[in-house]
T-cell receptor
Framework: DTAVSQTPKYLVTQMGNDKSIKCEQN?????MYWYKQDSKKFLKIMFS???????INETVPNRFSPKSPDKAHLNLHINSLELGDSAVYFC?????????????FGSGTRLTVV | SQQGEEDPQALSIQEGENATMNCSYK?????LQWYRQNSGRGLVHLIL?????REKHSGRLRVTLDTSKKSSSLLITASRAADTASYFC?????????FGTGTSLTVIP
């Protein structure tokens, strides 16, 4: 009965590969996010989609491309992976495009690039 | 930077004691939220306080907000070993949240 689910939970891959992380929410929320948490636990927003439309696109390398086929899904595709991409990536969702409500986070995808 | 900064970075207390964490931020906000993150897990929303509120309670949690000082505090009363986690404040402004770097709380049984 998971509210926000991400797959895979762990991802180990070599530099230069392309990989995807999937996220799905069953809360009926209309806004979804991708956050990156570095080794110092700093959380930085990457993207935000509201009803399948991109509303936040922070300074992120264009190797990262989000895709939202519908408002319940927001996937993250990463091309040409680099060592510095190693981090934990969190998907989250909320009701509405303004931060007036709490976010519901997924359990994270730990990406290790070797 | 608009992110909140938590203080202290790490806190270790005995079970049953109270734990207080502080958050300072730099710009005006619509609201401020506190989240908990257990090791290896996602963040869990604890409480939201709006900019026109000064104090809010939820169970053993008490949050205060002082917009004149641009600061907030989270008090956990009668702490339990299960409260061991990292706690983050997130300041809501514009159309997104900015998270701080967190306070790591250890409650010793």
């Amino acid at each position: 009965d998971t509210a926000v689910s991400q797959t895979p939970k762990y991802l180990v891959t070599q530099m230069g590969n392309d990989k995807s992380i999937k996220c799905e929410q069953n809360l009926g929320h209309d806004t979804m996010y991708w956050y990156k948490q570095d080794s110092k636990k700093f959380l930085k927003i990457m993207f935000s989609y509201n009803n399948k439309e991109l509303i936040i696109n922070e300074t992120v390398p264009n190797r990262f491309s989000p895709k939202s086929p519908d408002k319940a899904h927001l996937n993250l595709h990463i091309n040409s992976l680099e060592l510095g991409d190693s981090a934990v990536y969190f998907c989250a969702s909320s009701q509405g495009s303004l931060p007036n409500y709490g976010y519901t986070f997924g359990s994270g995808t730990r990406l290790t690039v070797v | 930077s608009q992110q909140g900064e938590e203080d202290p970075q790490a806190l270790s207390i005995q079970e049953g004691e109270n734990a207080t964490m502080n958050c300072s931020y730099k710009t005006s906000i619509n609201n401020l939220q506190w989240y908990r993150q257990n090791s290896g897990r996602g963040l869990v929303h604890l409480i939201l306080i709006r900019s026109n509120e000064r104090e809010k309670h939820s169970g053993r949690l008490r949050v205060t907000l002082d917009t004149s000082k641009k600061s907030s505090s989270l008090l956990i009363t009668a702490s339990r070993a299960a409260d061991t986690a990292s706690y983050f404040c997130a300041t809501g402004t514009g159309n997104q949240f900015y998270f701080g770097t967190g306070t790591s709380l250890t409650v010793i049984p």
